[in-house]
């Protein structure tokens, strides 16, 4: 029973996985931010897309800050720190009244702080778990965020239809609850004696090690820019291709998170009869299947069934990458590849709306459903061809010391 092994992790990690949830459930602002510039803070939507664009790159920095700040003053501090800037970032935005050049350093500081949090997560959650623990693990920290976030737009949505304060009243304070949480009830030391087997390698094997799971999370852009760019696109395509309601947006979304719901433990369990080749390979097959969906048989039915497809794949390789990293780096390192595999989402948010917004504008909509169909192919040849380490051996139990015999 998935209750039972949730209630068997340890304490700290439990509490996590309620911060996180907290944490994104509070996330009021964030989706509605070009429409409180619009309208509170009377930018033009060129202005407002220009300073989120500017302020986004908060999400580059903070992926990257995340690593050291981990490393030395502990994940607990990074996890912390992320959620106050984040919280100061947003009180700016609410009360400062200033030029615009304002905002964008405003927004830049609540981001860096939404930037350092998942990546300082998933090293905390490598420290606190044993091999055979983490992809129960990692697939309950995703199950959280992803509730949290079916949860938090909705929330922010009433929260800002009252009134632009109480949205970011609401933000602020379950920001600041989360920090208190983890803050309370995550020791400021967490990591641990390793419980893998030990390996005696060389400097050059590390660094051929490090290589390898290096290339194995860049490669794993070829599974976040879909995801990324279903953002951008699918609200333009269903409004403007298919001319139905924006509401067939929000029916997408609440797909996506039934499918997470349903289908993250069923998957998880299976997990580990395989390797991580074929898992990889199968989260592409599916992404490639779901955009196939899209871009043959474009209509409402087919954005919805296409959802349902491609967030299997969603969820495998959410799991898979962080689960390989904790797996196959040394302890020192784990915070440095966490905050990569952050940095790579984060570059995504920066390059894919751009790159499909020019592709859209030149050439229409059709090439670019063709770029999400070919980037998951891209993805599973590449996975195919890499070097992939296999599954790490727990150390094994000490022998209980032979008896004498009366």
């Not at 998933?122 to 992803?146: C, K, M, Q």
Request: hydrophobic share 55%; charged share 10%; proline share 6%.
């Amino acid at each position: 029973m998935w209750l039972s092994r949730f209630r068997a992790l340890p304490r700290p990690l439990r509490m996590l996985v309620y911060a996180s949830f907290i944490n994104r459930a509070g996330m009021f602002v964030f989706p509605l931010l070009a429409v409180y510039l619009v309208q509170s803070r009377q930018l033009s939507t060129g202005e407002a897309g220009v300073l989120i664009s500017a302020g986004s790159t908060g999400l580059l920095a903070g992926s990257l800050l995340s690593g050291p700040v981990c490393a030395r003053a502990g994940r607990r501090a990074a996890l912390v720190a992320s959620l106050v800037l984040n919280a100061a970032g947003y009180l700016g935005l609410a009360v400062v009244d200033g030029p615009t050049w304002t905002y964008a350093v405003l927004l830049f500081v609540a981001l860096v702080g939404m930037g350092m949090f998942s990546p300082a997560a998933n090293t905390l959650i490598a420290d606190l778990t044993e091999p055979g623990e983490r992809p129960f693990a990692y697939t309950v920290s995703y199950l959280a965020n992803n509730l949290g976030m079916g949860v938090g737009p909705l929330l922010g949505g009433f929260a800002a239809a009252l009134s632009y304060e109480l949205m970011f009243a609401g933000n602020i304070l379950l920001g600041l609850l989360a920090a208190a949480t983890i803050w309370l009830f995550v020791p400021a030391e967490t990591r641990r004696a390793p419980t893998t087997a030990p390996v005696v390698t060389t400097r050059w094997a590390g660094l051929r090690r490090d290589v390898d799971v290096a290339l194995l999370v860049l490669v794993s852009f070829c599974y976040v820019a879909p995801l990324i760019g279903l953002e951008y696109t699918l609200p333009l395509a269903v409004t403007t291709v298919l001319h139905s309601s924006v509401a067939v947006v929000g029916a997408v979304y609440t797909i996506n998170s039934v499918v997470v719901v349903s289908a993250s433990l069923l998957i998880e369990k299976r997990i580990k009869a395989y390797s991580t080749r074929v898992l990889l390979i199968v989260a592409g097959l599916l992404w490639s299947a779901g955009m196939a969906v899209l871009v043959f048989a474009f209509s409402l039915p087919a954005v919805l069934l296409s959802t349902v497809v491609w967030t299997l794949g969603e969820i495998i390789a959410s799991v898979v990458v962080p689960t390989y990293i904790a797996d196959h780096v040394q302890e020192r390192r784990v915070s440095s590849f966490m905050a990569l595999n952050a940095f790579v989402l984060s570059s995504a948010r920066l390059v894919v709306p751009m790159g499909l917004g020019f592709v859209w504008q030149t050439q229409g909509h059709q090439p670019v459903l063709l770029i999400l169909l070919l980037t998951p192919v891209v993805g599973v040849v590449a996975f195919a061809a890499l070097r992939i380490r296999p599954a790490v051996r727990p150390v094994p139990a000490p022998a209980e010391p032979a008896t004498a015999s009366p």
